[in-house]
């Protein structure tokens, strides 16, 4: 047992507004510069919906992620090195500039100083990559809402076996927001596929990064993350992605994307995790069983032998001890409610989501039963306006009962605090239905409802005795170079693409039968 130490993150999906803010703080602190304008580190999409980039989800397209081949070893879907020697030129399974949009501009001096006249002035948007005059088509956050849902939705790969019965009734569906980042997955498809070893996962808190000296631009790592959250920055032609904020993660502080959450949805805290079980529990043959496989990866902080395996690891005491106050070990692990996105993907995820309960409520109430009474709920999670089947293919690799599970743990956990509030009654048969304790059960609900500050974010600081090898580590991210955050302008004439001798910067995608 080698344990290492992990930091990840929860979301909440029932406290998500779909105001993004995440992704703007995310966006004016890591991607408010030249080179980057189509990339959102963190993006908010509206599901049912194809998502960003467009339809990334479809791995029979995108390549992306793992699979056991016939003899039950793991491999990339995107091949293995020759395929992905030959195609290092013409990659044939990246996006194009099309899939994720392109993002415009305006020249506000031309309507600032416009000369008083008759008519009132008008700007053009003007492409944020060429500078040229453009038409806005589509957009990061294109679906918001369901916006032209009728015409976009069914292309969702996750609706590829229920489409018909969710567009003969869309009228009464539901949709809830899903905030993505950078999963920094503990098997990442992008570091195992990157020929120059830029990827890399630091070994200290498993947070993903690229080293920008390293990095040749062959975006591999872009074609192999299933999650399409690796990108190219055409100003430098290398990779970037979600940082975690590691620098704040280093300082003991949260990242922004959930510092600044209005929800309050998100959960940061470590994980300690057996490194030598990775491989296996990515291998298993059956794509439902990965969710049980992944949470066997994760190692107790309270038992002593996972203590002295960890002590004997490197792993700090006040390290250790994050990680029994860790809010998303209790999520994952204790309470079993926090899911990954797309367990079939192989990487395993340590961005985790609580799928979202309030649909459920409203399809009880729309009938005029009692919402606080455990058995219509648990009858109306079998019976969603939206089919159970959608959330189970983004959570559980398609098995409903593990979803109809977590939610009916959820329902029965805001019936019992109620009936507790309002007459002190607790329920016995509440309790063993839901497999809790009631100290587990007021436990969770003060975790998901009105837990303070410290409570959410249990990430300790990184220790001085491991600053110079962080900071070895980190000499390569685009943080304090030419080009990284607040070192760059927003040119108002969109001519952000172009390079100082005038010419624009590498092609951004070589998709299509392009090249780099």
């Not at 192999?224 to 003991?252: D, L, Q, W």
Request: one cysteine or more.
């Amino acid at each position: 047992m080698r344990v290492l130490a992990q930091v990840a993150m929860v979301m909440n999906l029932d406290k998500c507004i779909g105001c993004h803010t995440c992704s703007v703080t995310c966006k004016q602190t890591w991607t408010n510069r030249e080179g980057v304008e189509y990339v959102w580190f963190n993006n908010v999409e509206t599901k049912p919906g194809v998502g960003y980039p467009r339809r990334y989800e479809d791995q029979e397209r995108w390549h992306g992620g793992w699979q056991v081949d016939r003899r039950g070893r793991l491999k990339l879907r995107a091949g293995g090195r020759v395929r992905r020697l030959v195609s290092l030129f013409a990659n044939p399974d990246l996006p194009d500039l099309d899939d994720y949009y392109e993002p415009v501009t305006y020249d506000y001096d031309s309507l600032i100083n416009a000369p008083a006249g008759p008519h009132v002035p008008v700007i053009r948007p003007k492409s944020a990559i060429t500078g040229e005059d453009t038409a806005i088509t589509w957009g990061a956050n294109w679906e918001d809402d369901l916006g032209g849902a009728p015409e976009h939705a069914p292309a969702d790969p996750n609706l590829a076996a229920m489409a018909e019965k969710v567009r003969l009734e869309f009228d009464r569906t539901f949709m809830f927001h899903l905030p993505r980042i950078c999963e920094h997955c503990l098997n990442p498809a992008c570091v195992a596929a990157c020929p120059s070893g830029a990827m890399y996962k630091r070994e200290e808190d498993g947070i993903v990064l690229v080293d920008q000296d390293r990095c040749r631009g062959w975006r591999m790592c872009v074609s192999s993350c299933p999650y399409k959250k690796v990108y190219v920055n055409h100003r430098t032609g290398k990779a970037e992605k979600c940082t975690f904020c590691f620098p704040r993660i280093e300082a003991g502080q949260p990242t922004v994307c959930a510092e600044t959450c209005v929800g309050r949805l998100r959960y940061l805290g470590l994980v300690l995790y057996d490194a030598d079980a990775v491989l296996g529990a990515a291998s298993v043959a059956d794509p439902r069983e990965l969710l049980e496989a992944q949470r066997r990866v994760f190692l107790d902080p309270d038992d002593p032998e996972v203590v002295a395996a960890a002590r004997a690891s490197g792993i700090s005491d006040d390290w250790i001890e994050a990680a029994r106050r860790s809010p998303v070990h209790r999520l994952a692990m204790r309470y079993g409610v926090a899911l990954p996105l797309h367990p079939e993907y192989r990487t395993m995820p340590m961005v985790w989501y609580i799928p979202p309960l309030s649909p459920v409520l409203d399809a009880v109430t729309g009938v005029g039963a009692d919402a606080d009474d455990p058995d219509n709920v648990f009858h109306a999670i079998t019976d969603l306006r939206i089919p159970l089947e959608y959330l189970a293919s983004l959570f559980t690799a398609g098995d409903t009962e593990v979803v109809a599970g977590v939610l009916m743990k959820l329902s029965a956990m805001r019936a019992y605090m109620r009936a507790r509030s309002l007459d002190g009654t607790v329920s016995a048969d509440l309790l063993a239905a839901s497999g809790m304790t009631a100290a587990d059960m007021e436990d969770m609900y003060r975790l998901l409802a009105v837990a303070k500050y410290d409570e959410r974010y249990v990430v300790p600081p990184a220790h001085r005795e491991d600053a110079a090898a962080l900071a070895a580590q980190a000499d390569g991210c685009s943080l304090d170079g030419d080009g990284g955050p607040g070192m760059g302008g927003f040119h108002p004439t969109g001519l952000t693409g172009r390079r100082s001798d005038g010419r624009l910067g590498l092609k951004l995608f070589a998709g299509k039968g392009g090249t780099a």
